[in-house]
């Protein structure tokens, strides 16, 4: 049997900065910060981190630079020779990056692993950052002149949910309500301080308006900067941490999914096309983690965090995770239980809507908010009882997705 991975904490920088407005390098100072913060929070000596991943979708186009992971031994005098890597997915970057580093923990490779996600995207005008996003789309059919790749493409899922089970747009502006409203309860989240007023989440075409089809303003997540970052750790390290602090704070890797589905939007949907769950590779990701987990579904889960880039995006992912049968997410909104104070709540931290979506740095803010839900550290969105989370992270129309069960630490 496989050896379990902790996670030891992390930290993750302010998702409603700009860092480009007051930074010459913003991109190496974020992750600077966000990794001297990780330090300082696990109290853990840079010298005994033994391999680095860093995530991250878009440096090339935003900030014409590659080669990120060689940015990590710049840190830290001790990590001047560090074996790192850079991985890329999309939207779910963050969660392979995790994937990379634990499974060179399992391996026995080493025993310390820093993982850090990390995006600038507000260096550019809107209409640029979106573009460069939308080369995670199939390029040669799916973008074309589209300013705005991605609200079209999720309104294509939309328009699938309604077209095979119907779709009741009150549901979508629910979940754009409930995240925002989490959202207020998190220091760094982007959205914190916003208003929050019935107008925003209405039909009103000047204060939300139609951004492509039955997507509107409040369904879509922000154009992000930011940086995430966690250290994992074997079993080995993980106890010999604990028994250097007061109390103890590590989370466990319980189980994990990864599945790949073809690039295109279309081929996709077609895998789906008898019926059943509407991304087939999706709900493979989430019961593969939950079968390494031990766990049989959701009801053994007491918090979520998924990827909700628009509102729908959380609509299907309430189906994938099992809170209802396929073409009834609606039900899990209806009755409440996805909300702050339900039986399951589902994004507290905000997600991708209220608390920001720098998208490299994703996966890796998910698993550190599921970290902090299970070992009661998320302060303010701080669901009560919490000892087990799941993740959900995924990359372009849903073709790759990452999943992880979190629980807290024996």
Not at 134 to 160: C, H, Q, Y
Request: hydrophobic share 40%; with cysteine; glycine share 10%.
């Amino acid at each position: 049997m496989r050896e379990p991975v902790y996670v030891l904490g992390g930290s993750q920088t302010d998702f409603a900065r700009n860092w480009s407005k007051d930074s010459d390098n913003a991109l190496y100072e974020m992750l600077e910060e966000a990794v001297a913060g990780c330090l300082d929070a696990t109290g853990v000596a840079p010298e005994k981190v033994e391999t680095a991943h860093v995530a991250n979708f878009g440096a090339e186009l935003f900030a014409a630079q590659a080669h990120l992971g060689a940015m990590v031994p710049m840190l830290q005098p001790s990590w001047s020779s560090l074996p790192t890597s850079r991985h890329e997915a999309a939207c779910a970057s963050g969660s392979t990056a995790v994937l990379a580093a634990m499974a060179e923990i399992e391996a026995g490779r080493y025993d310390l692993a820093l993982v850090a996600g990390l995006e600038l995207m507000r260096n550019v005008h809107s209409e640029q950052a979106a573009r460069h996003l939308g080369s995670a789309a199939w390029t040669r059919e799916e973008t074309g002149d589209d300013v705005l790749p991605w609200p079209g493409l999720f309104d294509r899922i939309a328009g699938e949910v309604e077209r095979r089970h119907g779709l009741d747009r009150a549901y979508l502006t629910r979940i754009a309500e409930i995240n925002r409203a989490n959202a207020r309860r998190n220091p760094l989240a982007q959205t914190r301080a916003w208003t929050n007023d019935a107008a925003q989440f209405g039909d009103d075409e000047v204060v939300n308006p139609v951004v492509a089809g039955r997507i509107r303003k409040s369904d879509c997540g922000r154009i992000t900067d930011g940086a995430a970052v966690v250290l994992l750790a074997s079993r080995r390290f993980a106890e010999q941490w604990a028994r250097r602090r007061s109390a103890p704070q590590a989370g466990v890797i319980r189980g994990w999914g990864h599945r790949t589905a073809p690039l295109p939007l279309a081929a996709k949907l077609a895998l789906s096309a008898d019926g059943g769950h509407l991304f087939p590779n999706v709900r493979q990701a989430i019961t593969d983690a939950y079968r390494r987990a031990g766990i049989d579904g959701p009801r053994e889960l007491d918090v979520i965090e998924t990827h909700d880039c628009f509102t729908v995006n959380e609509y299907v992912a309430l189906e994938h995770f099992g809170l209802t049968e396929p073409g009834r997410a609606w039900e899990a909104v209806e009755d409440g239980r996805i909300e702050f104070g339900g039986s399951l709540p589902v994004n507290p931290s905000g997600g991708l809507i209220g608390a920001g979506h720098p998208v490299g740095a994703t996966g890796v803010r998910m698993l550190l908010d599921a970290h902090r839900q299970v070992t009661g550290t998320a302060g303010g969105y701080q669901v009560d009882g919490a000892r087990t989370a799941a993740t959900l992270n995924i990359g372009g129309s849903c073709s790759t997705a990452v999943s992880f069960v979190v629980g807290a630490a024996d």
